[in-house]
C-alpha cells in the first residue's frame, strides 16, 4: 500500500463542501465561496486523535458544518467591513434577527443599515473586525455558535471606537445552506480614543466599497519594476 493513503478528504470547492472516502463523493452540500481543501491520511487522523475517547471524535460532516459555520461568521464581518449589502444578506436567514442592544432589526435591514443608513455611513471612515475563536455545536439542521470578536471604527469626529464581545449565533440549514437566523451581540468592553494617522505612505489602503484591494485579485504586482528602499 502506497505510504500516506489518502482515506479522508474534506474538498472545499465553489458553492460546496465534497466530503470523500478512499476517493470517492460521499456527500455534497452548498456552501459559501471559499477554495482549500484538506486531506486527512490514517495516520494523522489517529494521531490527531490519540487519547481521546471512541465517539467524541467528530465524523467528517460535523467537522465539515463547523467549516462552513466558521467561513459563515467571518464572510458576515468581512461583508460588514466593505460595506457589501448583498454579502451580508447572504449569511441570513429569510426570517432572521440581529440584536446589537442599540440596534435591532431583521438580517434586511441590517443590512440597509450598514451599507445605506446616512447616519452610519457618514460617521464611519472605516470598520474592522477581528475575529477570535468560534464554538459551534449542531443539531441537525440547527446549531448555535459563540464566536469572539475585537471591532475598531474611527469616527468622522477622528475618535477610535473599540468594542470586544462575542456574538451569540442561532444558524439554520436550509437547501443552500447554513445562515444565521437570530443573532446576539454581548458586550465585554467598549471605548474610544483619539485616532492618529500614523500609518506611512506607500501601504495599500482599506475602503468600505468595492474600491478596497480585496475585490483585485491579482497574483502578480501591477507596478513591479517600482521599488523602494528600506532605508
Known amino acids: 500500500m502506497r505510504r500516506g493513503l489518502l482515506v479522508h478528504q474534506l474538498c472545499i470547492v465553489r458553492n460546496r463542501i465534497e466530503i470523500c472516502d478512499a476517493g470517492q463523493l460521499r456527500r455534497s452540500v452548498p456552501w459559501g465561496l471559499g477554495a482549500s481543501r484538506v486531506r486527512l491520511t490514517q495516520q494523522q487522523f489517529d494521531r490527531a486523535n490519540r487519547g481521546v475517547p471512541m465517539g467524541v471524535v467528530p465524523d467528517l460532516e460535523t467537522l465539515a458544518d463547523k467549516l462552513a459555520l466558521t467561513e459563515l461568521v467571518a464572510r458576515l464581518e468581512q461583508a460588514v467591513d466593505r460595506k457589501d449589502r448583498e454579502g451580508i444578506l447572504a449569511c441570513y ?111 495599500f489602503r482599506g475602503t468600505r466599497d468595492k474600491t478596497d484591494p480585496l475585490y483585485k485579485r491579482l497574483k502578480w504586482p501591477e507596478n513591479p519594476e517600482t521599488k523602494t528602499s528600506a532605508g
Open 93 to 203: 436567514s429569510q426570517k432572521s434577527f440581529d440584536d446589537h442592544g442599540r440596534w435591532r432589526g431583521s438580517g434586511e435591514e441590517f443590512a440597509e443599515f450598514i451599507c445605506n443608513n446616512p447616519g452610519f455611513t457618514t460617521a464611519s471612515r472605516f470598520i474592522y473586525h477581528l475575529m477570535g475563536q468560534s464554538i459551534f455545536e449542531i443539531e441537525g439542521d440547527e446549531a448555535y455558535g459563540e464566536s469572539y470578536f475585537a471591532y475598531w471604527m474611527q469616527t468622522s469626529e477622528d475618535r477610535l471606537y473599540q468594542s470586544i464581545g462575542r456574538y451569540l449565533d442561532y444558524f439554520e440549514r436550509a437547501g443552500d445552506g447554513w445562515r444565521i437566523t437570530y443573532r446576539r451581540v454581548v458586550m465585554e468592553w467598549d471605548g474610544t480614543l483619539v485616532a492618529e494617522n500614523a500609518v506611512p505612505g506607500g501601504h
